[in-house]
T-cell receptor
């Protein structure tokens, strides 16, 4: 079974702090998506990374795709309470038609 | 408006009583899938479909059936639900297995 492992699993930080979430796999992905999910709702797309080594910025969020396309990271600068939520990486492992999700990182930003 | 419509939102049923959760998308996507989400276990793929009449097992298919007779619909069938199938279920639709997933509103199923 292909796995996408995220770390940390839980993160509680103060407003204004920076943080990084990691997403790792032994499988290669042609692209990876990052989502944010609110309780009881479906995940909503934040970004797609496609090229190995790619860096994408979305306001205070920076996403990076590993050179070998097996890992990715999400960095949040100056976190705000509105960033609180469950962050998920996801993608289709090469050679399969599955679409799998990472184990998730639950972020809480305290005011 | 592009959307994935999933029904019902909430369902309480008894062990062994067959049920169907419906899912419909209006984006002409070829790829659709079902997930269940449980605390500490994340979103796990139950079944997926690459196109009409083409379905395959995800990581947790036991106890579930699906069908894809039309491109827009992908119902999830529980022939004989059991309490361990109590979960939050999501239907998703993508252009293909490497692109963004669009999700339905979720179905919270309780089997007693």
């Amino acid at each position: 079974t292909q796995l996408l492992e995220q770390s940390p699993q839980f993160l509680s930080i103060q407003e204004g702090e920076n943080l990084t979430v990691y997403c790792n796999s032994s499988s290669v992905f042609s692209s990876l998506q990052w989502y944010r999910q609110e309780p009881g709702e479906g995940p909503v797309l934040l970004v797609t990374v496609v090229t190995g080594g790619e860096v994408k910025k979305l306001k205070r969020l920076t996403f990076q795709f590993g050179d070998a396309r097996k890992d990715s990271s999400l960095h949040i600068t100056a976190a705000q309470p509105g960033d609180t939520g469950l962050y998920l990486c996801a993608g289709g492992p090469s050679g399969t038609y599955k679409y799998i999700f990472g184990t998730g990182t639950r972020l809480k930003v305290l005011a | 408006e592009a959307q994935v419509t999933q029904n019902p939102r909430y369902l309480i049923t008894v062990t062994g009583k067959k049920l169907t959760v419906t899912c419909s998308q209006n984006m002409n996507h070829e790829y659709m899938s079902w997930y269940r989400q449980d605390p500490g276990l994340g979103l796990r793929q139950i079944y997926y479909s690459m196109n009409v009449e083409v379905t395959d097992k995800g990581d947790v298919p036991e106890g579930y059936k699906v069908s894809r007779k039309e491109k827009r619909n992908f119902p999830l069938i529980l022939e004989s639900p059991s309490p361990n199938q109590t979960s939050l279920y999501f239907c998703a639709s993508h252009r293909d297995s490497n692109t963004e997933a669009f999700f339905g509103q979720g179905t919270r199923l309780t089997v007693v």
